[in-house]
Each structure stands twice: as structure tokens, then as C-alpha cells.
């Protein structure tokens, strides 16, 4: 594989974000469509989860693969470039996440993360567990509007 320029790592680089990733977006759309309201990366609970339901004490992370280190210890040894950057990194992503799950536990909220693949791969399934979480804490779910009247 020819060597990237600097710009282009660079611009690549700029083109990751935290919030609103497309398989944040994916579930959140899902979600909605079955008459689910949510807050979208709540700055009020910790963590800043990605979908949460505060009067239920329900949060959902969306984690990507690379960045929360899935199956960390086999793939680490796949990183070639710039070692000493990015396995402190991911390492103190994952540590972060337990952080986060604990903290959550302790005030008494229902923690559900996904990968990235689950919810390319098998968004129904995702979906159908938050709803079965929700609807178990008894969340009320808004009817989506029909077609009548267009």
C-alpha cells in the first residue's frame, strides 16, 4: 500500500466525528420510526451517552470497532503505524467506557452499547432489545402519524 501525504491523513482524520456517526444516526432513525423519542448525546448524563431515555434511566452507546478496541488484544498487533499513539489511546477509550458503564450502574441506569457491526448488520435485533428494555420500564411509545389526510 503506497504511503498517504500528510494531507490526506490529515484531512481524513478531520472527517471522524464523535456525534452523529452514521451508525448513531442508523439506530436513532429505527428508533424514532417505532414511535421512540429520545435526547441525542445528552450533556446532562454522564458520558454523554449517544441515544438516552432519562425518565426511563435507559442510555444506548453506539461504539465503533477501532475506536472502543473490539477484541482489542488479538487486533492491536494490526495497528502498524504510530504504535505509541494509538494503543494508549484505544486502551484508555476502553478503560473510559468501564468508567462510564460503572458511574452509570451506580445511578441506577440501564446501560446498553453496541458495535458498529450490530447495528449495520442486525439493526431489527438492536432495535427490538432497547424497545423490550423501554417498554419493561414502561415507556409510552408515540403512534407514528398515518397516511391519512395526504
Known amino acids: ?42 450533556k446532562y448524563i454522564f458520558g454523554h451517552p449517544d441515544i438516552s431515555f432519562k425518565k426511563y434511566k435507559v442510555v444506548v452507546f453506539c461504539d465503533s470497532e477501532f475506536w472502543h ?12 503505524s504510530h ?14 467506557d468501564q468508567e462510564v458503564n460503572a458511574h452509570l450502574l451506580k445511578e441506577g441506569y440501564t446501560v446498553l452499547r453496541y458495535w458498529g457491526f450490530e ?5 431489527p435485533r438492536v432495535a427490538d432489545e432497547i424497545e423490550d ?10 403512534p407514528s402519524p398515518g397516511r391519512e389526510g395526504r
Open 1 to 42: 500500500m503506497a504511503k498517504r501525504s500528510e494531507a490526506t491523513v490529515s484531512y481524513t482524520m478531520s472527517r471522524i466525528r464523535g456525534k452523529d456517526t452514521g451508525i448513531e444516526m442508523k439506530l436513532r432513525k429505527e428508533l424514532y420510526r417505532r414511535g421512540f423519542r429520545y435526547r441525542a448525546n445528552s
Open 69 to 80: 478496541g473490539y477484541h482489542f488484544e488479538e487486533n492491536k498487533t494490526k495497528i502498524h
Open 83 to 96: 504504535t505509541d499513539y494509538w494503543i494508549p489511546k484505544i486502551e484508555r477509550n476502553i478503560s473510559r
Open 119 to 123: 447495528i449495520e448488520k442486525d439493526l
Open 133 to 142: 428494555v423501554l417498554l419493561k420500564k414502561g415507556y409510552k411509545k408515540i
